[in-house]
């Protein structure tokens, strides 16, 4: 079965800072991988996904990913953030045979100052 | 035009009570799915339908009956509700088993 990690429950950035988020995953084989994110009272929107080949993957509003096969990590960043980007922020695995069951990360809060 | 829609957005009733919520799709995917997120914002599977066959059904209380009239469609029916059903119930669609697109939520509230 595969189970996600993100380590940083919280994380404070001031906004024009570099963001750099976590998330650790166990599965036998390469994962789908996925990050959402959920602003406040909404829905959960796909920022990224991972399936296979290159192993730095671009998304919306900026952000990017890198898979690290060797420290089993998907994590998410970008280079300047703004305050729009106040948000929770989901890592997700699939396994490749595990009809599309989603296991989600416990998820980062990421609070933007001015 | 809304992808993956939900009603109602948000839902207060009574312990004891039965509801439904109910998810509509309109990107043409064969697959649907229903999700809790608990007070803790942590998301978990419930149940999963591709092309109206129950294809996940993780350990939900049988209280909690899904069904699906059509592939674009997912209800979710909830007899005898619990306190501790108060959550927001998302519902998300994919083709096969690629990119999960997530509706609003229904916000739920037992009292």
């Known amino acids: 079965a595969q189970s996600v990690t993100q380590p940083d429950i919280h994380i404070t950035v001031s906004e024009g800072a570099s963001l750099e988020l976590r998330c650790n995953y166990s599965y036998g084989a390469t994962p789908y991988l996925f990050w959402y994110v959920q602003s406040p009272g909404q829905g959960l929107q796909l920022l990224l996904k991972y399936f296979s080949g290159d192993t730095l993957v671009q998304g919306i509003k900026g952000f990017e990913a890198e898979f690290k096969r060797s420290q089993s990590s998907f994590n998410l960043r970008k280079p300047s953030v703004h305050w729009s980007d106040a948000a929770e922020y989901f890592c997700?695995?699939?396994?490749?045979?595990?009809?599309?069951?989603?296991?989600f990360g416990a998820g980062t809060q990421v609070v933007v100052t001015p | 035009d809304t992808a993956v829609s939900q009603t109602p957005k948000y839902l207060v009733t009574q312990m004891g009570n039965d509801k439904s919520i109910k998810c509509e799709q309109n990107?043409?995917?064969?697959?649907m799915y229903w999700y809790k997120q608990d007070s803790k914002k942590f998301l978990k599977i419930m149940f999963s339908?591709?092309?109206?066959?129950?294809?996940i059904n993780e350990t939900v209380p049988n209280r909690f009956s899904p069904k699906s009239p059509d592939k674009a469609h997912l209800n979710l029916h909830i007899n005898s509700l619990e306190l501790g059903d108060s959550a927001v119930y998302f519902c998300a669609s994919s083709k096969l088993w690629e990119t999960q697109y997530f509706g609003p939520g229904t916000r739920l509230l037992v009292l």
């Open positions: 990107l043409g995917h064969d697959t």
């Open positions: 339908y591709n092309n109206k066959e129950l294809i």
């Open positions: 997700a695995v699939a396994g490749t045979d595990s009809w599309g069951k989603l296991q």
